[in-house]
């Protein structure tokens, strides 16, 4: 039975990966800001007794760091964690009343996922040890992370970042047999997306994203963006020189900064 926690979990990405887990009859602990929605999401999943729900704010390190505590002690460890949590807002350096909101998102988006990590890699280490578990750090990122992207300049350096920290990550928890799994959704149908207004290319259905992040998860995989089609179009834009992008990019539609 696997043990999972989840942050960003009252909705989205982060819930709909809580519903594809327990129905393979892991046990979670879901981590979110909205206490109501996580009790309606954990008594809606099998097994509704087992799973634990935190209530926090996952730039209240000190809280995730106990409530991380909290998931061990309950049971026993954990096999995969997921630092789900994301905020994305439209911002430009110019303005300088969106300086704190560019600090909101580096601390949620990036901050956060080491905050969601460091707590469990002592005990993922003594399993990993002990060979009878097979673990896993979880970040999700984003394909906006793999290049800058115009009106979105927090949220593009945010992934980036993830993303970099997790290739890190991998290869210091690689001795330790602690697998480092990068996931870079693109369009997902999710509350965070349904608020653009241009279009969505490959928009891809949550709990479809859901069971192939777990596949990719499970598998151990380094780094996977979905759907499919914008990990082709991930390659060629990260392979595109500078003056191309930006030709190609500067007119690119801005989401809202509000």
Known sequence: MKRVFITGASSGIGAAL?????????????????????????????????????????????????????FIQATGGADIV???????????????????????????NVTATVATFAPFIGVMKQQAQAGNRDCRLVGIASVAGVRGLPGSEAYSASKAAVISYCESLRLEMKKCGIKVVTIAPGFIDTPMTRINKYRMP?????????????????????????????????????ALPNWLYDMAFSNAPHKGRR
């Open 18 to 70: 809580a519903r594809h887990y327990a129905a393979q009859g892991a046990t979670l602990g879901l981590v979110a800001r909205r206490h109501e929605l996580l009790k309606e999401l954990a008594a809606s999943l099998p097994n509704a007794q087992r799973h634990q729900i935190y209530a926090l704010d996952v730039t209240d390190y000190a809280a995730l760091t106990d409530a991380a505590g909290r």
């Open 82 to 108: 997921i630092a789900s949590a994301g905020i994305s807002r439209g911002t430009l350096t110019e303005h300088a009343d969106d300086l704190p909101v560019f600090e909101n998102i580096m601390a949620t």
């Open 202 to 238: 490959f928009l891809m259905p949550v709990e479809k994203f859901a069971r192939k992040a777990a596949a990719a998860i499970d598998a151990g995989d380094s780094f996977r963006v979905f759907p499919w089609q914008m990990g082709m179009v991930a390659k060629v834009v990260r």
